[in-house]
């Protein structure tokens, strides 16, 4: 199947931030506990998709780098925020990155799981990028940014991008910020389910 003309062009930057901006506005989990691991982990066992993100540290120096601070999964009920330097998630992301019932789905998640994989041993399996699945049938932009605005008509804040993602405390704008992100992701895979482009 091939896109129609109106999604098959390059969206600029001033389309993009004439767009109205939308946030997750949904529960967001900060995993902290035990308990709220366990509910996190049965939400995510009974859900078919989950949108994938991470985020990591940034570095200024050439040469420097960081490990992922950060992995966000999003549900049809919540987004699950994992802070990957404060407690030990390795059983349970290794289980949903290789499950074969849940996609993970994300933008440029090659990336993602080649860092994640250097915190922890897992083989993926279902894992689905979306800037993959439109340059498949001739998009060139294959951004977050621009696919929320072509395929959902808005556009999502990226303040929070460079901010210190391995801080002990998130800020209300990261947590905002990181949640939308793995949220947009899940809606732009059922928009492209919708679409036959997966």
């Given at each position: 199947m091939s896109l129609p003309p109106e999604l098959l062009r390059d969206v600029s930057r001033d389309e993009v931030n004439e767009l109205p901006i939308?946030?997750?506005?949904?529960?967001?989990?900060?995993?902290?506990?035990?308990?709220?691991?366990e509910a996190a982990m049965a939400d995510l066992r009974a859900?078919?998709?989950a949108?994938?993100?991470?985020?990591?540290?940034?570095?200024?120096?050439?040469?420097?780098?960081y490990p992922p601070a950060l992995a966000q999964l999003a549900t049809a009920r919540a987004v699950y925020l994992f802070q990957l330097?404060?407690?030990?998630?390795?059983?349970?992301?290794?289980?949903?990155?290789?499950?074969?019932?849940?996609v993970k789905a994300g933008v440029s998640v090659r990336d993602d799981v080649r860092a994640l994989k250097k915190l922890y041993a897992f083989s993926e399996r279902q894992v689905v990028d979306l800037g993959d699945a439109v340059k498949r049938?001739?998009?060139?932009?294959?951004?977050?940014?621009n696919l929320a605005g072509l395929f959902l008509g808005y556009r999502i804040p990226k303040g929070a991008k460079t901010t210190n993602w391995a801080a002990a405390r998130l800020s209300e704008q990261q947590i905002i910020y990181a949640a939308t992100d793995a949220w947009?992701?899940?809606?732009?895979?059922?928009?492209?389910?919708?679409?036959?482009l997966l």
């Open positions: 939308r946030r997750y506005e949904g529960p967001v989990v900060l995993v902290e506990t035990a308990p709220m691991l859900e078919r998709v949108g994938f993100d991470t985020e990591t540290r940034p570095a200024f120096k050439v040469g420097q780098s330097q404060q407690l030990d998630f390795e059983p349970e992301l290794a289980e949903l990155m290789a499950s074969e019932g849940l049938h001739g998009l060139k932009q294959s951004g977050v940014r947009v992701c899940r809606e732009l895979y059922l928009r492209f389910e919708t679409l036959g």
